[in-house]
Structure formats: C-alpha cells, structure tokens
C-alpha cells in the first residue's frame, strides 16, 4: 500500500468519526411543561418547551388549543429560563385534552416543529 494510500484510508476514517453538523444543527424539543401526553389536575400558567438548542423567538409559534380546536392560548410568546425555552401563557382551562402545536426557528436558522397533546382532569 502505498502512502497516499494510507492518507485516503486515514482521511476517510477521520471523517467517518466525525459528526455531521448540519444532522446536529436543529432545535429538536427535548421537553415540554406539562410533558408530552401528560395528565395533569390543574392549569399551568405557561406551556413551556425546552429545545435542544438556542430558539428565536420571533420565528417561532406555540399554540394549544383545545378539543373543538379552539385556541386557549394568550398569544404571547416568550423565552423560558434561557435561550433553548420558550413558553406561552394560556387561559384557566377546564378538564379536557389540549393539543400544543410548535414552530421552531433555531439560531442557525434551521426549522423544526411538532406536536402533542396534555389531558386536564378535575
């Protein structure tokens, strides 16, 4: 084998050791309050998503709404504790499922999004 040869094999090697940026650039939801298909006894006063990283705000949506499909939301988004949260207030609710609805813009510009649900009972 000659030594270019061996550079390609090693090159090839390297770069199959390391990750692909691009598949790793995205804000996947790692969390949500209240979690993912849930059952809880009362309201939040927010429903807050953690992203796998940083999120704008301003190119991202959160809305719930409710079995008619109404939204129950406030329409106010706004960022959680740090810049990979974000969270929206929502109306007293009534025991019921609500379904939360999201648009993720991540700071390097690559869009996600998703939905779930969360059940309210008395």
Same mark, same amino acid.
Request: hydrophobic share 45%.
């Given at each position: 084998?000659?030594?270019?040869?061996?550079?390609?094999?090693?090159?090839?090697?390297?770069?199959?050791?390391?990750?692909?940026?691009?598949?790793?650039?995205?804000?996947?939801?790692?969390?949500?309050?209240?979690?993912?298909?849930?059952?809880?006894? %009362?309201?939040?006063?927010?429903?807050?998503?953690?992203?796998?990283?940083? $999120?704008?705000? *301003?190119?991202?949506? !959160?809305? +719930? @709404?409710?079995? %008619?499909?109404?939204?129950?939301?406030?329409?106010?988004?706004?960022?959680? $504790?740090?810049? *990979?949260?974000?969270? !929206?207030? +929502? @109306?007293?609710?009534?025991?019921?499922?609500?379904?939360?609805?999201?648009?993720?813009?991540?700071?390097?510009?690559?869009?996600?999004?998703?939905?779930?649900?969360?059940?309210?009972?008395?």
């Amino acid at each position: 084998m000659t030594s270019r040869s061996i550079a390609v094999v090693l090159g090839c090697a390297i770069l199959a050791l390391v990750p692909d940026t691009a598949a790793l650039a995205h804000a996947f939801l790692r969390n949500a309050i209240p979690a993912v298909g849930s059952t809880i006894r %009362q309201t939040p006063a927010d429903v807050t998503l953690a992203f796998s990283e940083s $999120v704008e705000p *301003a190119f991202s949506t !959160i809305t +719930v @709404t409710n079995a %008619q499909g109404v939204r129950v939301d406030r329409g106010v988004l706004h960022r959680g $504790v740090d810049d *990979a949260r974000l969270a !929206i207030g +929502v @109306t007293p609710l009534p025991p019921g499922r609500y379904v939360v609805d999201w648009h993720a813009l991540s700071t390097d510009t690559h869009r996600t999004q998703g939905r779930f649900s969360f059940t309210i009972v008395p």
